[in-house]
């Protein structure tokens, strides 16, 4: 069953077509990655998934739910976390407090309650506790648990924008280059974690990655793109041999 | 050393996190409490001042510390607590009640300002802020069938549940109540979802949205909130004073409760009271020492602004986290006192350069 449909999906930026009738769709349970050289449009599409940029045309389908008529912070209540590019996390929040933050779209109590702290707020906070700690232990984030993120190395502040992201408990989880600025023995971690995203938290997976090596372990479909246009779709092997592909990347 | 041992999610969610601050803090109730029979109407004068302006700096910290949404126009808002105050006392209506009022309009007052400001950051949420500050003062000038304009308005004491609080530590107390509790109140949002929202908008907007946070509607929110609190404060600052007019709510008001905020400490409600503190203090600390300087520096005019100006930039060059962040230095030097490192506090640099890699 599909879980996320893209339709046609176009943007222009004045006279740059970044995105150009662009169409495919993520299965639910599978990762399905994006690759292509750099300004292919990949990110583009992300922004257009999570609503920072209205499209020119075409449409985004989550379910049932047309994305592409939705505001930026909508789109975290029906499920669909994702990191960026540059990790963009709250750098003089602690690790716990980002995560708790990522928690945001399942909090119940109104700004009055929280103002007087009635007692349903400590019993959801204490629960929002319950599943944050849950992430950490899955991510091996107990050291940094009180550590505030701006004095971080980056390699941690990667696997904390994940735990973000997973403490939304999302359905679909968008993943903006998920290995870029790890070194090889982090690049190993991050692909076990994918890994065991899809396999023991069945979520679906949407990302994009330059890193063939972490494509071919852990992707079931890789969607290839250039200049906004899709060039190819498959599985990892089937991409990779395709010959517009192989022109995309060596320049033919 | 201390080493807090946690076993239980409560420990992190309760405002008391280990027996020495429970101490201490009692320890400063207790001291509050008794002021008044201890030091002389004078310093309980200046005590009530510092309890005013640190309801002021509380609000101000919502929107600037933690919203991060920088305000050049909150002597608007102190204004607005002011005069409403002011013109309902007048018409006889109950301190209670006009208090709140006083509160909810400048809160109303904040989203107004607050809607048109969604659109804007940094410099020129600054501008149109400073904007705002022009506006009113311009309206509190003008408006003479209910301000009286420039001649200003004269309050009568406060009269609360049939006393009336002619005496210094009656409206200390009362300064004092109010700002307890809003503290209290904002230490409650703190650590609730609405104010780590408001942490994430100030720390990086677009991954805020992706969480689900509504820019509008916490922006809106803290500016509200905000305005509220400096409301509140400016309802006893116009009792304090007995007297307001609209020149005492100018720029410079809004620059001072600005710099209060920068120099206790930005991003932590400790600094809003150290700044508070300092605000009050630095006038008479300045006329001790003008008897010990060299007349020729000691008799100059504006020696107070100078210093003033002085020890901001001294701040900002030297301790970005301004007394607050002093303190916990020496705290911590205290704590582990023959091992403290000098580099325990160096900031990392970082390398890669974005406008919030700061």
């Given at each position: 069953m599909s879980l996320l449909r893209v339709e046609n999906l176009s943007i222009q930026f004045g006279g740059i077509k970044?995105?150009?009738?662009v169409g495919f769709e993520v299965m639910e349970g599978e990762v399905f990655t994006i690759i292509g050289p750099n300004g292919a449009g990949k990110t583009t599409i992300f922004n257009l998934i999570s609503c920072l940029y209205a499209p020119t045309a075409g449409r985004v389908m989550f379910g049932d739910v047309e994305l592409t008529r939705l505001a930026p912070h909508d789109i975290a209540g029906l499920g669909i976390a994702r990191t960026f590019q540059n990790i963009e996390l709250f750098e003089q929040a602690t690790v716990l407090d980002n995560l708790l933050i990522g928690r945001h779209c399942h909090r119940r109590t109104g700004l009055l309650a929280d103002l007087l702290f009635l007692p349903g707020v400590q019993r959801a906070e204490r629960e929002q506790r319950e599943a944050v700690e849950r992430v950490i232990d899955l991510l091996d984030l107990a050291h940094y648990r009180e550590a505030r993120v701006g004095g971080l190395p980056y390699g941690v502040r990667k696997v904390v924008e994940l735990g973000r992201a997973l403490a939304m408990q999302p359905r679909l989880l968008l993943l903006d280059e998920p290995s870029s600025g790890l070194n090889v023995e982090e690049t190993d971690d991050m692909a076990w974690w994918i890994r065991d995203i899809k396999e023991e938290l069945g979520i679906t997976v949407l990302m994009v990655e330059h890193d063939m090596n972490l494509v071919a372990r852990v992707s079931d479909r890789v969607l290839a793109l250039n200049y906004g246009q899709v060039l190819a779709t498959g599985t990892p092997a089937e991409v990779q041999r395709h010959p517009e592909v192989v022109e995309a990347y060596l320049g033919g | 050393m201390r080493f807090v041992f946690k076993t239980s999610y409560d420990q992190d969610i309760?405002?008391?996190?280990?027996g020495g601050q429970t101490f201490w803090y009692g320890l400063l109730v207790v001291a509050l409490v008794a002021a008044p029979a201890v030091v002389s109407e004078y310093y309980l004068s200046q005590l009530t001042f510092i309890a005013i302006y640190a309801l002021i700096g509380v609000g101000l910290m919502l929107l600037t510390g933690y919203t991060g949404q920088v305000s050049l126009g909150h002597a608007a808002f102190l204004a607005v607590g002011a005069y409403t105050e002011a013109v309902l006392q007048a018409h006889g209506v109950p301190f209670g009640l006009s208090l709140a009022a006083a509160g909810l309009l400048a809160g109303l007052a904040g989203i107004v300002i607050g809607l048109p400001a969604l659109r804007l950051s940094g410099i020129y949420l600054v501008i149109a802020t400073m904007a705002f500050g022009f506006i009113v003062q311009e309206v509190l000038t003008r408006w003479e069938s209910v301000t009286r304009g420039s001649l200003g308005i004269t309050l009568r004491p406060i009269s609360l549940a049939g006393v009336?609080?002619?005496?210094?530590w009656q409206l200390y107390y009362l300064a004092l109540a109010v700002l307890t509790l809003v503290l209290l109140g904002v230490l409650n949002l703190l650590r609730a979802p609405t104010g780590r929202a408001f942490v994430a908008i100030r720390d990086s907007e677009i991954s805020a949205q992706s969480m689900g946070i509504g820019l509008a509607r916490y922006k809106t929110a803290s500016f509200a909130l905000s305005a509220a609190i400096t409301g509140l404060a400016g309802a006893l600052y116009a009792h304090k004073l007995q007297f307001i007019s609209p020149e005492q709510f100018g720029i410079i008001l809004s620059v001072e409760l600005a710099m209060m905020i920068f120099i206790g400490g930005i991003g932590s409600l400790h600094g809003a009271v150290f700044g508070a503190i300092f605000l009050i203090a630095l006038p008479q600390l300045v006329a001790v020492a003008k008897d010990y300087l060299p007349a020729a520096i000691g008799h100059q005019t504006g020696l107070e602004p100078t210093v003033f100006g002085l020890i901001l930039v001294l701040v900002i060059v030297f301790?970005?986290?301004?007394l607050y962040g002093r303190w916990l230095k020496v705290r911590h030097y205290l704590q582990t006192f023959p091992l403290y490192k000098a580099d325990m506090f160096r900031r990392q640099r970082t390398f890669m350069k974005s406008e919030r890699a700061r």
């Amino acid at each position: 069953m599909s879980l996320l449909r893209v339709e046609n999906l176009s943007i222009q930026f004045g006279g740059i077509k970044a995105v150009t009738d662009v169409g495919f769709e993520v299965m639910e349970g599978e990762v399905f990655t994006i690759i292509g050289p750099n300004g292919a449009g990949k990110t583009t599409i992300f922004n257009l998934i999570s609503c920072l940029y209205a499209p020119t045309a075409g449409r985004v389908m989550f379910g049932d739910v047309e994305l592409t008529r939705l505001a930026p912070h909508d789109i975290a209540g029906l499920g669909i976390a994702r990191t960026f590019q540059n990790i963009e996390l709250f750098e003089q929040a602690t690790v716990l407090d980002n995560l708790l933050i990522g928690r945001h779209c399942h909090r119940r109590t109104g700004l009055l309650a929280d103002l007087l702290f009635l007692p349903g707020v400590q019993r959801a906070e204490r629960e929002q506790r319950e599943a944050v700690e849950r992430v950490i232990d899955l991510l091996d984030l107990a050291h940094y648990r009180e550590a505030r993120v701006g004095g971080l190395p980056y390699g941690v502040r990667k696997v904390v924008e994940l735990g973000r992201a997973l403490a939304m408990q999302p359905r679909l989880l968008l993943l903006d280059e998920p290995s870029s600025g790890l070194n090889v023995e982090e690049t190993d971690d991050m692909a076990w974690w994918i890994r065991d995203i899809k396999e023991e938290l069945g979520i679906t997976v949407l990302m994009v990655e330059h890193d063939m090596n972490l494509v071919a372990r852990v992707s079931d479909r890789v969607l290839a793109l250039n200049y906004g246009q899709v060039l190819a779709t498959g599985t990892p092997a089937e991409v990779q041999r395709h010959p517009e592909v192989v022109e995309a990347y060596l320049g033919g | 050393m201390r080493f807090v041992f946690k076993t239980s999610y409560d420990q992190d969610i309760r405002l008391l996190k280990h027996g020495g601050q429970t101490f201490w803090y009692g320890l400063l109730v207790v001291a509050l409490v008794a002021a008044p029979a201890v030091v002389s109407e004078y310093y309980l004068s200046q005590l009530t001042f510092i309890a005013i302006y640190a309801l002021i700096g509380v609000g101000l910290m919502l929107l600037t510390g933690y919203t991060g949404q920088v305000s050049l126009g909150h002597a608007a808002f102190l204004a607005v607590g002011a005069y409403t105050e002011a013109v309902l006392q007048a018409h006889g209506v109950p301190f209670g009640l006009s208090l709140a009022a006083a509160g909810l309009l400048a809160g109303l007052a904040g989203i107004v300002i607050g809607l048109p400001a969604l659109r804007l950051s940094g410099i020129y949420l600054v501008i149109a802020t400073m904007a705002f500050g022009f506006i009113v003062q311009e309206v509190l000038t003008r408006w003479e069938s209910v301000t009286r304009g420039s001649l200003g308005i004269t309050l009568r004491p406060i009269s609360l549940a049939g006393v009336r609080l002619v005496e210094e530590w009656q409206l200390y107390y009362l300064a004092l109540a109010v700002l307890t509790l809003v503290l209290l109140g904002v230490l409650n949002l703190l650590r609730a979802p609405t104010g780590r929202a408001f942490v994430a908008i100030r720390d990086s907007e677009i991954s805020a949205q992706s969480m689900g946070i509504g820019l509008a509607r916490y922006k809106t929110a803290s500016f509200a909130l905000s305005a509220a609190i400096t409301g509140l404060a400016g309802a006893l600052y116009a009792h304090k004073l007995q007297f307001i007019s609209p020149e005492q709510f100018g720029i410079i008001l809004s620059v001072e409760l600005a710099m209060m905020i920068f120099i206790g400490g930005i991003g932590s409600l400790h600094g809003a009271v150290f700044g508070a503190i300092f605000l009050i203090a630095l006038p008479q600390l300045v006329a001790v020492a003008k008897d010990y300087l060299p007349a020729a520096i000691g008799h100059q005019t504006g020696l107070e602004p100078t210093v003033f100006g002085l020890i901001l930039v001294l701040v900002i060059v030297f301790e970005p986290q301004g007394l607050y962040g002093r303190w916990l230095k020496v705290r911590h030097y205290l704590q582990t006192f023959p091992l403290y490192k000098a580099d325990m506090f160096r900031r990392q640099r970082t390398f890669m350069k974005s406008e919030r890699a700061r």
